[in-house]
T-cell receptor, first 112, second 113 residues
Framework: SQQGEEDPQALSIQEGENATMNCSYK?????LQWYRQNSGRGLVHLIL?????REKHSGRLRVTLDTSKKSSSLLITASRAADTASYFC????????????FGEGTQLTVNP | GAVVSQHPSRVICKSGTSVKIECRSL??????MFWYRQFPKQSLMLMAT?????????EQGVEKDKFLINHASLTLSTLTVTSAHPEDSSFYIC?????????FGSGTRLTVV
């Protein structure tokens, strides 16, 4: 399989806490993206980080990328119940517009 | 922002029949469209990649005669599941690339009875 791995597979936290999800991939990448999926719905793009970037912020989201370890992390600060969803990392190896390879995903549950 | 419309959102069909799923980019031209399959509590698995006007490229293990993909225009791609069987029941999601990023449809829940 070309899919990467994500951990944890499931994460349950209280509202207000921070949530950290990790993603590892297998080969050199062009960029890495994080997506969110509510149950039974399509994917919503959260943030993209390029291979020459190490950290990126967007609102309550912080993404890091370590190309030497082939890993990335997504931090959601001050979580809310509405953040409950599955989160996937996705990488493209051959440049923009090429196929995306998705990680296994982390199911995040934020308890009110 | 870019919007991709996917229809139907849910479909139930009898075993042996065919089902067509549409994926339409509403406000941009999609040079490439991707079709994914997702089983419950699992990740997205790429089935095929299609470019407008050319034959789709299928991933290993995906039967091209069973999953027919047509990308006849820059705004429309269709996936037809032929002679559907219960094991084809799944969540199918399309994604369109239009130069600025990937936009996903809302998915189609296919149930074959």
């Amino acid at each position: 399989s070309q899919q990467g791995e994500e951990d944890p597979q499931a994460l349950s936290i209280q509202e207000g806490e921070n949530a950290t999800m990790n993603c590892s991939y297998k080969t050199s990448i062009n960029n890495l993206q994080w997506y969110r999926q509510n149950s039974g719905r399509g994917l919503v793009h959260l943030i993209l980080i390029r291979s020459n970037e190490r950290e990126k912020h967007s609102g309550r989201l912080r993404v890091t990328l370590d190309t030497s370890k082939k890993s990335s992390s997504l931090l959601i600060t001050a979580s809310r119940a509405a953040d409950t969803a599955s989160y996937f990392c996705a990488t493209d190896y051959r440049g923009s517009g090429s196929r995306l390879t998705f990680g296994e995903g982390t199911q995040l549950t934020v308890n009110p | 922002g870019a919007v991709v419309s996917q229809h139907p959102s849910r479909v139930i069909c009898k075993s042996g029949t065919s089902v067509k799923i549409e994926c339409r980019s509403l406000d941009f031209q999609a040079t490439t469209m991707f079709w994914y399959r997702q089983f419950p509590k699992q990740s997205l698995m790429l089935m095929a990649t299609s470019n407008e006007g050319s034959k789709a490229t299928y991933e290993q293990g995906v039967e091209k005669d069973k999953f027919l993909i047509n990308h006849a225009s820059l705004t429309l791609s269709t996936l037809t599941v032929t002679s559907a069987h219960p094991e084809d029941s799944s969540f199918y999601i399309c994604s369109a690339w239009g130069g600025l990023g990937y936009t996903f449809g809302s998915g189609t829940r296919l149930t074959v009875v």
